[in-house]
């Protein structure tokens, strides 16, 4: 079982990036899946949630209205697109099917002029 993240990179404060969780080996249809991230330091901190049919999302206050989640079943990935990034943003990002041990590699997204 594979989950891997991609579309991380540096971006300016108030720009965008769109973070891919791409499986290999497991059907994401049958999990709901989180975004989660973490700095040097600190615990890793919940993001957004997406229920398996992508009919309920949830997000952490911090980034509420600039994140969106969604997902796309029959490609076996799913997406957090990041808008308006601000330097606290800055963190490894991973990708989880929520209730398994299943986690990404990460992703690191550096906001920063």
């Known amino acids: 079982v594979q989950l891997v993240e991609s579309g991380g990179g540096l971006v300016q404060p108030g720009g965008s990036l769109r973070l891919s969780c791409a499986a290999s080996?497991?059907?994401?249809?049958?999990?709901?899946m989180s975004w989660h991230r973490q700095t040097p330091g600190k615990e890793r901190e919940l993001v957004a949630t997406?229920?398996?049919?992508?009919?309920?999302?949830a997000y952490a206050d911090s980034v509420k209205g600039r994140f969106t989640i969604s997902r796309d079943n029959a490609k076996n990935t799913v997406y957090l697109q990041m808008n308006n990034l601000k330097p606290e943003d800055t963190a490894m990002y991973y990708c989880?099917?929520?209730?398994?041990?299943?986690w990404g590699q990460g992703t690191q997204v550096t906001v920063s002029s």
């Open positions: 080996r497991l059907t994401l249809r049958n999990y709901a």
């Open positions: 997406i229920t398996s049919g992508g009919d309920r999302t």
């Open positions: 989880k099917a929520v209730a398994s041990n299943y």
